[in-house]
């Protein structure tokens, strides 16, 4: 399994509890930073970025991206255990 780097950027400030995040919490991911997400998935980039866009309002925006273990950086310190047990390739 691959992790994956997702940010997302919401032009609508509606209700911080977006569907997104539902299905991101489904699918064990852990926030890092405020909108950037890791996840764990056997789907490549693509394929997780069309699923998830199903999920975005009209004018929010999304990206995914493979995480390598060549990485650096503070993150939430509640995602440090997450990224420990999810190593990067």
Do not use: C
Request: aromatic fraction near 12%; charge should be negative; glycine fraction near 4%.
């Amino acid at each position: 399994m691959a992790v994956y780097l997702v940010a997302y950027e919401r032009q609508s400030r509606d209700s911080e509890d977006s569907e997104l995040l539902e299905v991101l919490r489904g699918l064990g991911a852990e926030r890092i930073l405020w909108s950037l997400f890791v996840v764990s998935s056997a789907s490549d980039a693509q394929s997780l970025h069309r699923y998830l866009t199903d999920f975005l309002n009209e004018e929010d925006r999304i990206f995914v991206t493979r995480l390598t273990e060549d990485f650096s950086g503070y993150v939430l310190r509640e995602a440090g255990p997450w990224l420990e047990t999810h190593k990067p390739l």
